[in-house]
């Protein structure tokens, strides 16, 4: 029977919830910044060869510059800022985002950001959590892994090992507050070699936000199936009792990722 190793290791990403009486840097995370980044990113990005309007929002330096027509915002002007013209659809010539409206409280919300001084804290710089540990700034963060794995390639083990390294949930793109991130069950990432599994490969990606999964989904169920598969058990005779019930370890959603295997 293949033998699991499973290295705990929580990763990162989803949206933190709006909280009341929010501070600015929150509330252009929470408000401002995921409507940007879901909406406006497409045809206004930095990393575009050629952004719509030569107007890039991805950046603080980008949204006050503007583009061709001048500066996207005005702070402390709501009237002044195009960019609130042009989310309010009352140009036929300057209508944002070209596929709809935005709803009229989310309208409202850049129109307070603006008239508050369009607080941006994109240029600053969050220090990592990693950093708090001294130890991990001596090396890579991989190399522990990557020495594990040559390891057992080089016994002869490699193939009858799972390596699984992830976590039981992700984290959000997005701070509420402070340096940390909240829970994020919709999209994260597993590492995941040896044992009959594809190596080389990635499986699966997220939405341009890093919210959520959205191509090649795998549910935790279908994870777990995975696993179970790969060490020679029948996940679907696995069950526990539950208020007089027998329930499957991987529900019914659980089924085998056959793309994983090798």
């Not at 991805?58 to 042009?86: C, F, H, Y």
């Not at 990432?189 to 599994?197: E, K, L």
């Not at 995975?226 to 007089?244: M, N, S």
């Amino acid at each position: 029977m293949r033998s699991l190793i499973l290295t705990a290791s929580f990763l990162a990403l989803t949206v933190s919830r709006v909280v009341a009486q929010s501070t600015p840097d929150e509330f252009f995370e929470t408000r401002i910044r995921p409507v940007l980044s879901t909406r406006c990113y497409a045809c206004h990005s930095s990393k575009l060869a050629a952004p719509k309007g030569e107007l890039a929002l991805d950046t603080k330096t980008g949204l006050l510059k503007g583009g061709k027509l001048g500066p996207a915002i005005v702070p402390g002007n709501p009237s002044e800022s195009r960019l609130l013209q042009a989310l309010r659809y009352t140009d036929p010539h300057l209508q944002m985002p070209p596929s709809g409206k935005l709803a009229d409280s989310i309208i409202a919300d850049f129109e307070q950001w603006i008239a508050a001084g369009a607080r941006d804290p994109r240029a600053k710089t969050v220090v990592a959590r990693k950093k708090i540990h001294e130890n991990l700034q001596e090396r890579p963060n991989m190399d522990n892994s990557a020495a594990l794995i040559r390891d057992l390639r080089q016994r002869g083990l490699l193939d009858e090992t799972l390596v699984v390294w992830g976590g039981e949930f992700g984290r959000t793109p997005v701070s509420e507050s402070g340096d940390g991130r909240d829970h994020n069950p919709y999209g994260f990432s597993m590492f995941m070699a040896g044992g009959g599994v594809k190596g080389g490969m990635t499986y699966g990606a997220t939405d341009e936000f890093g919210f959520k999964a959205v191509e090649n989904r795998v549910s935790i169920h279908e994870l777990h199936a995975t696993i179970l598969h790969q060490l020679g058990i029948d996940h679907e005779k696995l069950t526990y009792r539950y208020a007089g019930r027998d329930f499957r370890l991987t529900d019914v959603f659980g089924n085998v990722v056959t793309d994983l295997l090798a």
